[in-house]
């Protein structure tokens, strides 16, 4: 098998460019950069440290190929011809999912279908059987057909990297830990100012903000996919979760802050920072976002208000956004970043954003709006 390949990393559509900072940053040069995906060439290791060190990124797959399809005929061949059998062993399970968009080859359903059937044949051809057991290993195949462009990957991450593996417990509604960290990595937030969300649900922005700036890899307490591929090479993940081990900065101090209306909220808040080892840096406690107050002259407020769609009727968040500008107005100095999908939040807020970026929660439309209180420095 080739050492290297093309690694494609999905992103929720808008977090593109911090994914391609984050690869950047880990030392890789990105190829593309497309509507919810990046994608650079690598090795296994990059593909064990960039699912260890991705904030942003949902998941890390393996590129086995791509091809432009325009009948049922030609998808089989053309998946027929890639090197399965470099990956997958004669006991492997490959279970095949994925979808199509703008392409002659419509539905999902057949084309899964239509894929798992060539790489079966193959496996069969190559290991002279006619039954494939698929008991062993799972290797996760993925594609996607878009304007009859097919690609074929394999999955090397297994849960989302979202999942973080803190947030056994949520509260409604809770937000993306990728979306919590992006909101963070978008920020002006320094680590020696204060950061408050006082909508903090289940802690997730309070949470993921200590993580960054502690430098604790996402990934660290959780297991991957490829941990059980035939291909792992152990030493040298553990070298990199020993690094990942190694980086975390542990005498920086931090002034976080998490409240939420709801107790509830407060308790998971505290469960899930205890569970990601930064529960000394956040003092959650129960209070009203309406009667927001503090001493400190400058900061940052990072939230992620009630919607309205979700949480509360429309009419009660638009009197929120009212009333928490009161609040936040009476702190000049302070930034805030607020992630909602409410069209006319600025309009109910009161005051337009200074600069506002779409972000896509799923499916649903959200925006950053954000306002700088001490001008931000050029240099991030
Ligand atoms: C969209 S959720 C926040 C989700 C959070 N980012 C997370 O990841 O879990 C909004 C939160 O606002 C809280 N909330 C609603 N009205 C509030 C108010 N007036 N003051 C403080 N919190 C409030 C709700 O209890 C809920 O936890």
């Keep these: 098998m080739s050492n290297r390949f093309e690694i494609v990393v999905p992103t929720l559509f808008g977090l593109e460019s911090l994914v391609s900072k984050e690869l950047y940053r880990l030392g890789y040069d990105v190829k593309k950069t497309e509507d919810g995906k990046v994608t650079f060439d690598g090795d296994f290791d990059a593909v064990y440290r960039s699912n260890m060190w991705l904030r942003c990124g949902e998941r890390v797959l393996i590129k086995l190929g791509e091809f432009k399809v325009q009948t049922a005929d030609e998808l089989y061949d ?108 978008i920020s002006y937030w320094k680590f020696e100012e204060p950061l408050i969300d006082p909508f903090c649900g289940s802690g997730t922005i309070p949470i993921e903000s200590a993580m960054f700036k502690r430098n604790i890899a996402p990934g660290l307490t959780r297991h991957f996919a490829f941990e059980s591929f035939h291909q792992f090479d152990g030493k040298v993940y553990n070298d990199i979760v020993t690094e990942a081990k190694d980086s975390i900065h542990r005498d920086v101090t931090l002034d976080i802050t998490a409240t939420d209306i709801d107790p509830y909220a407060i308790e998971i808040t505290k469960e899930n920072a205890k569970r990601a080892g930064v529960s000394e840096f956040i003092n959650a406690y129960k209070s009203d976002a309406r009667k927001l107050v503090t001493d400190k002259t400058c900061g940052s407020i990072i939230t992620n208000p009630p919607y309205g769609e979700r949480l509360s009727d429309l009419e009660e968040s638009k009197r929120l956004y009212h009333d928490i500008y009161k609040s936040f107005s009476k702190l000049p100095k302070w930034s805030y970043y607020i992630l909602t999908s409410h069209e006319d939040f600025e309009k109910e807020f009161g005051r337009s954003a200074d600069r506002r970026r779409k972000i896509y929660n799923g499916m649903l439309r959200c925006w950053l709006y954000q306002y700088y209180g001490n001008k931000p420095s050029k240099k991030k």
């Design 78 to 185: 053309n998946v027929y011809a890639l090197p399965w059998e470099e990956f997958i062993s004669k006991e492997d399970a490959f279970p095949v999912k994925g979808r199509t968009i703008r392409s002659k080859l419509n539905s999902d359903r057949n084309s899964q279908i239509m894929i798992k059937k060539a790489i079966a044949d193959k496996l069969g051809h190559t290991y002279s059987i006619v039954r494939l057991p698929e008991t062993g290993v799972t290797y996760q195949v993925q594609f996607t057909i878009i304007n009859d462009i097919v690609t074929l990957m394999i999955d090397t991450t297994g849960v989302a990297l979202h999942k973080r593996g803190y947030r056994t417990q949520a509260n409604l509604a809770p937000l993306r830990e990728t979306i919590a960290a992006a909101m963070v990595m």
